[in-house]
């Protein structure tokens, strides 16, 4: 893959996360046969207040953990289909990666995404790197300076990031995970860093229900998460919006968001 332009240019947004690898013997498993993951969903909390859910969406949907360029005071979205490319000669991370896909597909409404077969096609593209050419990788994509800093200040294990335009629209999103981790830590990678890709970059360490806590490690796409997913890509929330113009129509979002959710999950009224 060819490095990015000069990130002051073009590059807006990164965030990043440095995850702990939880030991698992299988190689392909999707996060519905892990029992790391099973033991999560199990205890998971998914009924939550109209103040939690907004609470946690104004955190992520705001802001950025780590910014080159750009305003980080609006809402940042794709406005266009989403379309992944993977490149990677690891075929069991790509199948893998393609039902994370497709489970975020699914989950959320008004979402376009799906995997494509070609690089020039996609707007998302996923680089999956063995753990020893992660920061080539890192210093490939943003220089030499900037991936010193990464690895000094956060030492992460996946990242991402996109850039956006003038109308915070984003245009492109790059995403890195490491393949030779254990199968837990591959989908919490790919989950997160795919979902922050789409917008909700900015971490938090204030709100314990969402993955993009970094003291969070999920494998999964749990039910705190699809609502800020959703929130985010609601139609009436526009890319560009500033906190006083989403809240004004966050309430009748919400009540959509609330059955869509409670749907998709079977959860109970």
């Not at 030991?23 to 996060?31: E, G, I, Q, R």
């Not at 000669?89 to 070609?118: C, E, N, P, S, W």
């Not at 753990?131 to 030499?144: K, V």
């Amino acid at each position: 893959m060819s490095a990015l332009v000069p990130p002051a240019l073009r590059f807006a947004l990164l965030a990043f996360a440095a995850l702990t690898s939880v030991p698992d013997t299988a190689t392909t498993a999707t996060a519905g046969e892990l029992p790391a993951v099973a033991s999560r969903q199990r205890t998971e909390k998914k009924s939550f207040t109209d103040a939690e859910i907004v609470d946690g969406f104004f955190k992520t949907a705001f802001g950025a953990e780590y910014h080159l360029a750009g305003r980080v005071d609006r809402i940042r979205k794709f406005d266009a289909p989403v379309r992944v490319f993977a490149e990677t000669d690891r075929a069991d991370r790509k199948v893998q990666l393609g039902k994370v896909v497709a489970d975020i597909a699914a989950r959320v409404q008004h979402l376009d995404i799906a995997m494509t077969d070609t690089s020039e096609a996609a707007n998302v593209r996923v680089k999956l790197v063995r753990d020893r050419d992660l920061y080539r990788t890192i210093t490939s994509f943003y220089g030499a300076e900037k991936a010193r800093e990464i690895r000094t200040s956060l030492d992460p294990q996946c990242l991402s990031g996109f850039r956006k335009n003038e109308q915070f629209e984003i245009e492109h999103s790059d995403v890195i995970l490491t393949v030779d981790v254990s199968d837990f830590t591959f989908l919490d990678c790919a989950y997160e860093e795919v979902l922050q890709s789409l917008g909700p970059i900015n971490d938090t360490a204030s709100v314990p229900w969402t993955m993009f806590n970094d003291n969070v490690s999920m494998g999964y796409f749990d039910v705190y998460d699809q609502y800020i997913l959703n929130l985010l890509y609601d139609p009436r929330i526009k890319a560009g919006m500033t906190v006083p113009e989403v809240r004004a129509v966050l309430p009748e979002v919400l009540v959509d968001v609330r059955a869509w959710v409670r749907q998709v999950n079977d959860l109970k009224e």
